[in-house]
């Protein structure tokens, strides 16, 4: 198990998509938790989606409720968070964590997770 790796952040305006990909080795088994944070300048870092790869179970946070879908690709390692309907309030950098106990997937607690990325900046303009 390494450390995630994210990409696909970019710029884009309201109203649009974006897709991020988080490269979570190690992770993709039965027993873990992948999951999306994400924080805006000046504030504290938010749960945003976690899949738990024990049954596919998805959770979202209620900003993004019904605008992000967390996936996962099991061959390839990887768990996309596809962004849709951006609003400014998205702006932030974007980190994918992991750990390898899925009953964390939902809580939202940062120090429940001890696998983190370096993150990836996302940015909506008007």
């Known amino acids: 198990q390494g450390k995630p790796v994210e990409s696909g952040g970019g710029s884009v305006q309201a109203g649009g998509s974006l897709r991020l990909s988080c490269k979570a080795s190690g992770f993709t088994g039965s027993g873990n938790c992948v999951a999306w944070f994400r924080q805006a300048p000046g504030k504290q870092r938010e749960g945003v989606a976690g899949?738990?790869?024990?049954?596919?179970?998805?959770y979202y946070s209620n900003p993004v409720k019904g605008r992000f879908t967390i996936s996962q690709d099991v061959s390839q390692e990887l768990v996309y968070l596809q962004m849709n309907s951006l609003e400014l309030e998205d702006t932030a950098i974007y980190y994918c964590?992991?750990?390898?106990?899925?009953?964390?997937?939902?809580?939202?607690?940062?120090?429940?997770?001890?696998?983190w990325g370096k993150g990836t900046l996302v940015t909506i303009s008007s």
């Open positions: 899949f738990s790869t024990n049954a596919g179970d998805t």
């Open positions: 964590a992991a750990e390898p106990r899925s009953w964390v997937c939902g809580t939202w607690s940062t120090s429940r997770f001890r696998y």
